[in-house]
């Protein structure tokens, strides 16, 4: 069997002698909570930050209000400034957020339930990368912490 995602993460981490800050909303601390079932994740991961409300994202994070008015919290533009308040809120080497739309409620035409934007914010660059999952809300909380821990893992490792 191959070896957990976390544990491929730690391995590169380590060997980049990088560090990671998380930025996460519709997760709530889900891709934390993996991160730091890996004894000694505290060499690279530094913490994370929960922020749910638009406040939260703006005080904990340094989202702009412009852009979470003009865009909405799950956006691109406001995945960005999330994984980039995120690492310079922490002095990380790597920023990462996701942010979604969980469900069961919540959808619109345009952003339906299971929506979500997950971003990278390095010193060298930021990208971000929309999904759209079709599960209940664990099912797109889950699979929205894997497509992470997959960014996370590619990013670091120069994918």
Known sequence: MDEPMELRLAQAFRTRGWTLALAESCTGGLIGHRLTNIAGSSDYFLGGIVAYA???KERLLAVRHQTLYEHGAVSRETAIEMARGARLA?????????TGI??????LPDKPVGLTWIAVSTRD???????????????NK??????????????????
């Open 102 to 107: 969980a469900g069961p409620g919540g959808g």
């Open 90 to 98: 922490l002095g990380a080497d790597v920023g990462v957020s996701v």
């Open 142 to 159: 889950e699979q929205s912490a894997d497509a992470a821990l997959d960014l996370i893992l590619q990013t670091v490792k120069g994918a």
């Open 54 to 56: 638009y406040e939260a």
């Open 125 to 139: 660059g930021e990208r971000a990368e929309q999904f759209l999952w079709k599960g209940d809300r664990l099912a």
